[in-house]
């Protein structure tokens, strides 16, 4: 069977300009722009962020899909039945459906199960991943401040998923992102108070969205439900500069 | 002083149209590009991106700036004396400068330095980053594998200075991102066949260039001298799925 392609697009953090010139030529080529959302009368952020630059036009379908914001396998499990079916039903009729995903579609994103199950649904189905510009380097450019360089290293915690060894993982790396933050807030700023390390990390929601939210005084959203779109970075900045260049340091870290 | 504002410009891995509409309008309307290269002689791979979209302007300048691949923060000095000179002669006219970095300029960028330096060069100089397609989506883009989803965790060691605690790291964490491979390849490899991962792992040079270069047998590129470019991604996938959603799992992780 000849299906049609299958593009996992990344759209980027949120602000339209930050799409890049390969996903807004493969969402306008599309037949089909399937569209995630947390509900069923929800907004899609996808969508959101891609209509200023790709509009509407009555030649190109556009699926939304609901997804919700859960963790239970068997709620999951029926909104991807449906997915599946509605994508397939597309794809087996040779249309080229384009998967528009927040951020990276490698990186935490509901891409990641359709691109892993489309070869068993789909056999010989050509998937196509275009990378986006992800949170992880959307949040320190609003910040201006860098993530690492030289030497550091970097831990990313999906944070809804548990902070348990936050102390721990804090101590062995140079900078450390927490993702999806949901309702971890103040068991985060507890482990940043107990490692003396709270001046140095910052919370920003909806990085380059009209509604972003920055706190570099994490006390002050201690407090904060925050969304999947907010992140905590800590960069604690002890060796950084390419001209600091002191390999010795190295050691400090070498007991993970 | 009214100073011509400086941007930091992510230009992507490789690809051009990995740019982002941001990135263009930017490079497009900056009195100045600067470009960063390895040596006097060689070409600037910024340049090499940029060019099919950007283009030469007689009324644009191209400023060349060298960076020798070092560690040494001697030369790295001397490099950056020049650069400083250079751009600040720049700003100090009231010209705009955008700095063309590969990659993103918030991780292992040659932006970073500029950018920690410009408050204190030039009080009050407007500084803006632009963030780009990191190659750290762009891998597992090429390889068509997602990094993390669900409760995995990712590392990201720059292994240029020093894998030695390697083994830790890999078992400790869903993912291993092992950025600036340099000549560290042999140790890479011993440390994947230690831990039994190496049939997890991937290799890729020069992600979305012409160039690029593809290993997931990585016994085949144990001897690559491995240059900026090239990164080995190590994922165990044995708690990816977003339908897996086995929360327990996590107590084997918890103990890094």
């Known amino acids: ?16 300009d ?3 010139l390969r996903a807004v030529e493969t969402l306008k080529r599309a037949d089909v722009i399937a569209l995630p959302r947390g509900s069923d009368y929800g907004a899609s952020m996808a969508w959101r962020i891609i209509e200023p630059v ?50 990276d579609p490698s990186l935490y994103s509901t891409f990641g199960y359709l691109h892993r199950e489309a070869q068993r649904r789909w056999p010989g189905v050509q998937v196509e991943v275009i990378p986006g510009v992800s949170s992880v380097t959307a949040v320190p450019a609003v910040l201006g401040a860098p993530l690492a360089d030289g030497m550091e290293r970097i831990a990313i915690i999906p944070a809804n998923y548990g902070v348990e060894d936050l102390v721990a993982i804090l101590n062995a790396f140079d900078t450390t992102i927490l993702m999806k933050i949901g309702s971890e807030m103040p068991k985060v700023v507890e482990a940043l108070e107990r490692t003396g390390l709270l001046h140095k990390a910052a919370y920003v929601a909806k990085a380059t969205m009209p509604e972003q939210k920055v706190a570099t005084d994490l006390r002050a959203v201690r407090t904060e439900r925050g969304d999947c779109f907010a992140m905590v970075v800590v960069a604690r900045r002890e060796r950084s500069g390419v001209l600091a260049g002191d390999v010795s340091a190295q050691a400090a870290l070498s007991e993970v």
Do not use: H
Not at 1 to 16: F, H, R
Not at 90 to 103: C, I, K, Q, Y
């Open 1 to 16: 069977m000849k299906y049609g392609a299958l593009y996992g697009v990344g759209v980027g953090p949120g602000a339209p």
């Open 18 to 20: 930050l799409l890049t």
């Open 54 to 103: 790709v509009g509407k036009r009555s030649d190109q379908e556009r699926l939304f899909l609901t997804f919700p914001m859960s963790k239970e396998p068997a709620r999951l499990r029926r909104a991807w039945d449906v997915a599946f079916a509605r994508i397939g039903e597309r794809l087996e009729n040779g249309r080229s459906v384009a998967f528009a995903t927040e951020g």
